[in-house]
């Protein structure tokens, strides 16, 4: 039971504990987390690693006019926890609950909704510069941001422009040697190499007095001891290249040590210019399981039991197979067959079910990191090269990369393979991550082929098609659980639908993840006597015209399907092809997301409060054909009259 806990309401709560209560705090925060990760999953090992570092930045600076932007939020809970939303904190990622990501609507200390890695430092010295304009130079601006998001494309952009501006900012470097994977890459090794040289901050100082002290014997001389100095500088920093950006590097410190935390803060508060922080954490830090293997506890299954000191007893597996069960046992078949083929995921193994592509296959497994752009434009250079790459990126992450996928693989019209996980709503992790505009983003570029699956039967014979099509494919399917509609299996064909059944009353045009509800919705309305047809359209681009046209023009009421924006989704092409067609489009009613951002909560709650659940288009429909026996009644009374 938490006791000092439910007493911090605000942040300047926290200057009445002394160093004991800090510690005791410090705990009741990883026991609170410990509690609502047995109530549902949520993000679990990096908040365990960042409790300290939070503390020590709420009481070294007051938010409430300050600046703070905790990149990539899934590490936001302590945060949370000491901002007034304690109360509220077991609601966290159900309908109407706290959101597991920052939020602006629930607390004035959170600035962005940062769902997406790597445009903390960008955004924060945006901020800096605002407020000097506005002559407010007196905010302190703070940045966090952690090691896996640390090589993003945008982090360098910022880091270069900030210290070209010189502006007071400070960058803290939250190094736990994770991403929600092991992170990869050279960044990494420079890190580590970071950690090795303790002695950096006490002997800086020392070693460049002395090498300045050098004495300069002509220009030969003076280049080759300009050599040495610059490699002496190297081997004591760690290889550091921050301060040749124009920050200034303090670190490595210790991420746990709460006193020591806040000394350094209390330091770098007093320097001019961009300073970057650099602080070790250990992600799952205070939790033996979750510090042991963070990788399995960065979301982690509800845990069934916790025992003393937070011991992790047992977690609550099973569940049936998902999407990305499937499409990844596909891609591991791909890769059995063809040598050619390669799999490409942007800091996501762990999510997109790779890890026996990557351990079977590891000269043809690419992670790049968070670092989106790359990975398309490298998918590219791959297929120009003549090889079948599989980018396997979530949909909204993908849209970091809109420009290559644009210029480096549509334009060259390469056959570079797209697999979109969590199209469509990812539930409890909200806004920033329901894969939303994919369908409209993608089917925007001329070469590209668009198709979702319907179904599981869909999904091999979707992935073999696309690496066998001469352009790009993309191939979205959402964060849920496997559907099979069974039925006799007809072949993927470019721009073929799939007419499940035929209708007289109503018809159902389906694209992707919900054409199982399509189905059940249209068996439900046969027993009230409608002849309701579904189609699986499996393709938005190209559309098959000649199936859902003809819909069209000799069904009286058409349903689109999508679990994607109406805006430039599936019905809108629909739409527009009738329309190209010159027919009467007044029989079409499109379903999907609407033109918000829709909340978090569990999928089917989305699904259901979006009309898009079984009962919503058995409505829909019902109301569609009432709407046009209306109108047929009163038009025969017009033209009886």
């Not at 746990?256 to 070790?280: C, E, F, T």
């Not at 409209?440 to 014979?461: I, K, Q, S, T």
């Not at 694209?511 to 189609?535: E, H, M, P, T, W």
Request: overall charge negative.
């Amino acid at each position: 039971m938490s006791v000092i806990l439910p007493t911090i309401g605000s942040p300047k709560d926290l200057q009445n504990l002394d160093a004991r209560q800090l510690e005791a705090l410090a705990q009741e925060m990883r026991d609170e987390l410990v509690r609502v990760l047995s109530l549902r999953p949520a993000h679990f090992a990096s908040n365990l690693g960042v409790v300290e570092l939070c503390l020590a930045l709420h009481l070294e600076f007051d938010f409430s006019t300050d600046r703070l932007i905790w990149d990539t939020g899934h590490q936001i809970y302590p945060h949370k926890l000491v901002t007034g939303r304690y109360e509220r904190f077991e609601t966290i990622r159900t309908k109407g609950g706290l959101m597991g990501y920052p939020n602006p609507h629930e607390s004035p200390y959170d600035l962005f909704m940062t769902g997406h890695a790597g445009c903390s430092v960008s955004s924060m010295l945006g901020i800096r510069v605002g407020a000097d304009l506005l002559g407010e130079g007196d905010r302190h601006c703070v940045a966090v941001i952690g090691d896996g998001a640390f090589p993003s494309g945008i982090v360098y952009e910022a880091l270069n422009n900030a210290g070209h501006l010189s502006k007071n900012l400070l960058v803290i470097l939250n190094d736990n040697g994770m991403s929600i994977c092991p992170r990869t890459g050279a960044l990494g090794s420079l890190l580590d190499r970071a950690r090795l040289t303790s002695l950096y901050q006490g002997t800086k100082k020392h070693v460049h007095n002395l090498l300045n002290k050098v004495p300069v014997v002509g220009n030969i001389a003076y280049s080759a001891l300009d050599h040495v100095r610059d490699g002496a500088k190297a081997m004591f920093s760690g290889g550091m290249v921050f301060e040749e950006l124009g920050f200034r590097y303090i670190g490595p410190v210790d991420g746990h040590d709460l006193p020591s935390l806040r000394r350094w803060l209390r330091h770098v508060k007093g320097q001019a210019g961009p300073v970057l922080l650099h602080v070790i954490t250990q992600k799952g830090h205070g939790v033996p399981q979750a510090s042991e293997d963070p990788v399995t506890y960065h979301t982690p299954p509800v845990f069934d039991k916790v025992g003393p000191d937070r011991n992790i007893l047992s977690l609550r597996r099973g569940g049936s197979k998902a999407y990305t069960d499937a499409v990844s046992s596909a891609i591991y078949v791909a890769m059995q067959e063809n040598p050619k083929v390669a799999a490409i995921t942007a800091a996501m193994c762990q999510g997109n079910k790779l890890e026996k592509v990557r351990n079977d296959f590891p000269d043809r497994f690419f992670d790049t990191g968070i670092c989106e752009s790359h990975a398309v434009a490298f998918a590219a250079g791959l297929a120009k090269a003549g090889m079948r790459p599989i980018a396997a990126v979530y949909s909204t992450f993908l849209q970091r990369s809109f420009d290559q996928i644009f210029q480096e693989v549509a334009l060259q019209n390469l056959p570079v393979t797209f697999c979109l996980d969590r199209a469509g709503l990812t539930g409890p992790d909200g806004p920033t991550h329901h894969g939303a505009f994919d369908t409209v983003y993608l089917r925007l570029f001329p070469n590209f082929v668009v198709m979702a699956p319907g179904d599981e039967m869909d999904v091999g014979p979707m992935l073999r098609f696309a690496l066998e099509h001469n352009g790009p494919v993309g191939v979205r399917y959402p964060k849920a659980g496997l559907e099979k509609i069974e039925r006799s299996a007809t072949p993927i064909e470019l721009g073929q639908a799939e007419v499940y059944e035929w209708g007289e009353d109503a018809m159902i045009i389906a694209y992707g993840s919900l054409f199982s509800n399509a189905v059940k919705a249209a068996q439900r309305l046969r027993k009230d006597g409608l002849s309701v047809g579904v189609i699986n359209a499996r393709f938005v681009k190209p559309l098959d015209q000649t199936t859902i046209l003809k819909a069209v023009e000799e069904i009286p009421v058409i349903v689109t399907l999508e679990e994607g924006t109406l805006e430039g989704g599936f019905g809108s092409a629909v739409l527009e092809a009738a329309n190209s067609a010159g027919l009467d489009t007044r029989s079409i009613v499109r379903l999907g997301l609407p033109d918000r951002f829709v909340e978090h909560a569990e999928r089917n709650e989305l699904l259901a409060d979006l009309g898009l659940d079984v009962d919503g288009i058995c409505r829909t429909i019902m109301e569609g054909i009432g709407v046009r026996e209306n109108g047929r009644r009163a038009r025969a009374v017009r033209e009886g009259a």
